[in-house]
């Protein structure tokens, strides 16, 4: 493999391989520790050029898979491919296609940007006069040309993100696995990072990601599941998750403190069926409609007013929470 000539600053990796290729295919995948069962005999399949989210609070299985995926843990029970391959007899060879941003940077903060990539590249065997050039694209598309000779400990958090994702680059995979990979970083960094993924894609890479922000989600993931309890409780595209198991439009309604429930009530009552779901939180209604706004008209009519009432379009973050509830899993 090698990195073609940059455009516009971002990598591009040749790939000529057929649109639908799996490069990952799992069937009853499990991971188990001792007595206690992590993944629960997952089925699911990734296709060469797409970004593929999993979602689910914490325990619910997603980095013991991503771990899997990784070669960094071995299968318990099921099968596993990563690029045709099986990990568990030919995880260097994957490992050696694969790029891998961790959830915390783990650069070497007294070497210099340029260094961090250069030695990187040298572990991978990527010959000298190969990886100069390929540091020089993975720099601009990382946008820290101007910043090569710095050390690492004086980056911002964004650009140590950004290096992180550049290192992992430095080999020319054909996936990049990403944990969390804008936790931490002010809104400007991580819609800078969206786009450098997004270019990524755009090149062919297979990006796996998993996150916290369901708005990252919706904006890098071509398809995604949803784990809960070692399990996958649904998947698709995010318009088609919000298709099935949530509505177009939400109406959030805040009343005085202590009235919620007894409002929630009234408004079931009123509205006659007209919010298929109605859901109370300690501080606001929400009411899971299609049209938001002609609801709103008839919560007005029927007399109630509501401290503060908006209406939004359905997101992500309200199927994630159906599927897997609001409590706080530790």
């Known amino acids: 493999m090698h990195l073609p000539e940059l455009s516009e600053g971002a990598p591009g990796i040749a790939r000529g391989a057929p649109a639908l290729e799996e490069v990952v295919a799992a069937r ?26 999993f979602l689910g609070p914490n325990g619910a299985g997603k980095t013991s898979t991503m771990r899997m995926i990784s070669c960094l843990s071995p299968v318990s029970d099921g099968t596993l ?23 915390e940077d783990n650069l070497d903060l007294e070497l210099s940007v340029r260094e961090n990539l250069y030695l990187y590249g040298r572990y991978f065997d990527v010959p000298k006069g190969v990886l100069n050039d390929r540091i020089d694209g993975l720099l601009a598309f990382a946008q820290l040309a101007e910043r090569r000779d710095a050390k690492v400990d004086d980056l911002s958090g964004g650009m140590k993100r950004r290096l992180t994702i550049a290192r992992a680059l430095v080999s020319d ?24 993924l997004y270019r990524l894609k755009q090149q062919g890479v297979t990006l796996l990601v998993t996150t916290h922000y369901m708005d990252e989600a919706e904006q890098l993931c071509d398809r995604l599941v949803v784990m809960d309890g070692g399990e996958i409780v649904a998947g698709g595209s995010p318009r088609e998750l919000i298709a099935s198991y949530s509505t177009r439009e939400v ?69 994630f929470l159906r599927l897997t509830g609001r409590s706080l899993v530790d």
């Open 28 to 53: 009853g995948l499990t991971k188990r520790f001792g007595d206690f069962t992590a993944v629960r005999g997952i089925d699911f399949s990734i296709t060469r050029g797409e970004a593929f989210g």
């Open 81 to 103: 491919s990563v690029l045709g391959m099986d990990p568990g007899t030919d995880g260097p060879r994957i490992r050696a296609r694969l790029g891998l941003v961790p959830q």
């Open 173 to 196: 995979p054909e996936i990049v696995v990403l944990d969390e990979p804008t936790t931490g970083l002010d809104p400007q960094a991580r819609h800078l990072l969206w786009d450098r």
């Open 251 to 319: 109406v959030e309604l805040r009343f005085l403190p202590g009235e919620q429930e007894l409002r929630a009530g009234q408004l079931a009552s009123s509205l006659s069926g007209r919010a298929p779901r109605i859901e109370v939180l300690p501080d606001r209604v929400l009411l899971y409609v299609d049209d938001g706004d002609a609801l709103m008209h008839e919560v007005h009519g029927a007399g109630f007013r509501p401290e503060s009432a908006i209406v939004r379009r359905s997101t992500l973050e309200d199927v």
